[in-house]
């Protein structure tokens, strides 16, 4: 069975600190793919990244970086010098394709920049 | 156009109503999805289109009913609902493919009295 755990179900930072979202994923899959999400107040689901278990090359993008570690089933996320805008709900997710694609999502992680 | 668009955005609904969620993209995807989402919980997929027939369905109870007219719409006709229906519902579209990345809409706020 596929399955995808966030243990920290919240996070509240200061401003400009560094902030690390933790997911850990089961799977029985060879190929698989990994995702970040963040859902706004507004409701949608924005795409962050994607990352297919044959590449566990980190990824910088801006103030976020991922870490992926096959070795330990782990995909982290980490925001550099949080701002007010990036409080949201960060959700990890595995992906099954069995046609189209088929996400399976962590509970999520509501994280609260203060100013 | 890299979006997905989703109307009504908030709908209110008695449990005898019959009502739809419309969702529609325009970006030449050829997969479409229905996800509901309860409060502080994560997306749970109930449906999936792909080319416009019917490829995934999450055992959903009957009165949730999809319909994909063409390649750009996905509705859900809703009937006889119970007030624990009352969700989030959400709409993507991705392209073919494994490598296809999922794009969602800002969803249906739906509550059923």
């Known amino acids: 069975a596929q399955k995808v755990t966030q243990a920290q179900t919240e996070i509240s930072v200061v401003e400009k600190e560094d902030v690390t979202l933790d997911c850990v994923y089961e799977?029985?899959?060879?190929?698989?793919?990994l995702f970040w999400y963040k859902q706004p107040p507004s409701g949608e689901l924005v795409f962050l990244i994607r990352r297919n278990s044959f590449d566990e090359q980190n990824e910088i993008s801006g103030r976020y970086s991922w870490n992926f570690q096959k070795s330990t089933s782990s995909f982290n996320f980490t925001i550099t010098a949080s701002q007010v805008v990036d409080s949201a709900v960060y959700f990890c997710a595995l992906n099954r394709f069995q046609g189209a694609q088929k996400l399976v999502f962590g509970q999520g992680t509501r994280l609260t920049i203060n100013p | 156009d890299t979006e997905v668009t989703q109307t009504p955005k908030h709908l209110v609904m008695g449990m005898t109503n019959k009502k739809s969620l419309k969702c529609e993209q325009h970006m030449g995807h050829r997969a479409m999805y229905w996800y509901k989402q309860k409060a502080k919980k994560p997306p749970e997929l109930m449906f999936v289109?792909?080319?416009?027939?019917?490829?995934i369905n999450e055992s959903v109870p009957s009165r949730f009913s999809p319909e994909c007219p063409n390649s750009s719409l996905l509705n859900l006709h809703l009937h006889a609902l119970q007030p624990e229906d009352s969700a989030l519902y959400l709409c993507a579209s991705s392209p073919p493919g494994i490598r296809g990345d999922c794009t969602f809409g800002s969803g249906t706020r739906l509550t059923v009295v």
């Open positions: 799977t029985r899959d060879t190929t698989y793919y």
């Open positions: 289109y792909s080319y416009e027939k019917l490829s």
